[in-house]
Nanobody, 122 residues
Framework: QVRLVESGGGLVQAGGSLRVSCLAS????????MGWFRQAPGKEREFVAA????????YYADSVKGRFTISRDNTKNTVDLQMNSLKPEDTAVYYC???????????????WGKGTQVTVSS
């Protein structure tokens, strides 16, 4: 069982930066791939970024590539998403997810946090 709690969301102007974090409970955190997804009002939840348990591989949606960076610290049970050059279209609730074989699809993840709101003003 893995419990996930996101933090760090907020309001930022376009072009600004924000860092969201996810704290996981459970001793097996280091064996899970971790992902960030987001959901804007009226839209489906979409993939943003993912990182393998070994940190050897990272994956990004085309819409955030070059602007967002995912990282994890297996000693602290945390996974972060650094978001730079934010755009109004990045406004959404951001969710952290954990899955043994998770990569870019929602159905590959078994555990989800409750999300944190990120709002980018123009």
């Amino acid at each position: 069982q893995v419990r996930l709690v996101e933090s760090g969301g907020g309001l930022v102007q376009a072009g600004g930066s924000l860092r969201v974090s996810c704290l996981a409970s459970g001793r097996t955190f280091s064996t899970y791939n971790m992902g960030w997804f987001r959901q804007a009002p009226g839209k489906e939840r979409e993939f943003v970024a993912a990182i393998r348990w070994s940190r050897a591989n990272t994956y990004y949606a085309d819409s955030v590539k070059g602007r967002f960076t995912i990282s994890r610290d297996n000693t602290k049970n945390t996974v972060d998403l650094q978001m730079n050059s934010l755009k109004p279209e990045d406004t959404a609730v951001y969710y952290c997810a954990a899955g043994r074989y998770g990569s870019t699809r929602k159905d590959e993840y078994d555990y989800w946090g409750k999300g944190t709101q990120v709002t980018v003003s123009s």
